[in-house]
Antibody, heavy 113, light 109 residues
């Protein structure tokens, strides 16, 4: 069974940093692009960042460019999102998504101002 | 980045048919935008219905179909069921970046 499981969400203060992790199982992790998508409370989905299977291609939403860094460790079947200079508007559930076909349950990031 | 437009809300009768659309501020939507559709029910993570315009996920009910329609991507639900009441989001690829639409709240009533 394909699974992606996020972790690392927490309550932090504005300006602080946080690292999210996502572990994939039930599939060949090295064969798939991976993505982070977030959803602020009561709002719609917002694409955050994408990384290709070999990390050759990386893209960011304008809203996080320069503050967030996506990476992956294929040996550990893991995806990461390093979030720096966090703002109140980064408060959201962060979803890890495999090739936009399988979604994790999400991890909550709350940034207090 | 581009803006992706969806109907904010739609209502369909049980057993009825409804089409949700997804348009781009940059022009006509094509297969090159790799349109995808997702369903989200309250308190749950999204699930994928359609990828690459019309490819159904293994768990997508047969009553859902994806297409291109009049310059937009379209999701058609034929034979709506009460359990189809949910928020629906489309996603388009724009030069490496992805853009979600604002979502359509579908009511089955």
């Amino acid at each position: 069974e394909v699974q992606v499981v996020e972790s690392g969400g927490d309550l932090v203060k504005s300006g602080e940093s946080l690292r999210l992790s996502c572990v994939g199982s039930g599939f060949t992790f090295t064969s798939y692009s991976m993505h982070w998508v977030r959803q602020a409370p009561g709002k719609g989905l917002e694409w955050v960042s994408s990384i290709s299977s070999s990390s050759s291609y990386i893209f960011y939403a304008d809203s996080v460019k320069g503050r967030f860094t996506i990476s992956r460790d294929n040996a550990k079947n893991s995806l990461y999102l390093q979030m720096n200079s966090l703002r109140a508007e980064d408060t959201a559930i962060y979803y890890c998504v495999r090739s936009f076909d399988y979604w994790g349950r999400g991890t909550l990031v709350t940034v207090s101002s | 980045q581009a803006v992706v437009a969806q109907e904010p809300s739609l209502t369909v009768s049980p057993g009825g048919t409804v089409t949700l659309t997804c348009g781009s501020s940059t022009g006509d939507v094509s297969t090159g935008h790799y349109p995808a559709w997702f369903q989200q029910k309250p308190g749950q993570a999204p699930t994928t219905l359609i990828s690459e315009t019309s490819n159904k996920h293994s768990r997508t009910p047969a009553r859902f179909s994806g297409s291109l329609l009049g310059g937009t991507a379209a999701l058609t639900l034929s034979g709506a069921q009460p359990e189809d009441e949910a928020d629906y989001y489309c996603l388009l690829l724009h030069s490496g970046a992805r853009v979600f639409g604002g979502g359509t709240k579908l009511t089955v009533l």
